[in-house]
């Protein structure tokens, strides 16, 4: 079994932290979001919130250009409120596509985790 040799400043912490985000844990807010998004419409300002709850801090800065990609790639689709007015929030809406693509990751993410926890119970 192969250990992770922990770095041992908070530097080097912030900077392993950061490579976890942009290797894994963007991964995994996308899951979290399509996940979302099958319940009902979300909006960014509650995502932020729930990701939050889930123990992931994101800016603004870092789930906006996110919801974007995602729309870009056809998984959301948004639709600004026309009650809302000039500062308005926008819904996103999870396409057949999106649905299609969280089910194809459900799967991929059971047979991963049940391989996983195997190891861990050894
Ligand atoms: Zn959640």
Redo the contacts with the bound molecule.
Sequence with gaps: MILLRLPTTITDMNSELKNITREILLGFWKV?IL??AAEGPVVGQWMLQ??R??GYELSPGTLYPLLQRMERNGWLRSEVDPQGGPRARKNYYLTLKGQEVLKFIKDRVEELWWEIKDEADK
Aim: zero cysteines; glycine letters at 0%.
């Design positions: 979290h996940h979302h729930e990701l709850r889930h």
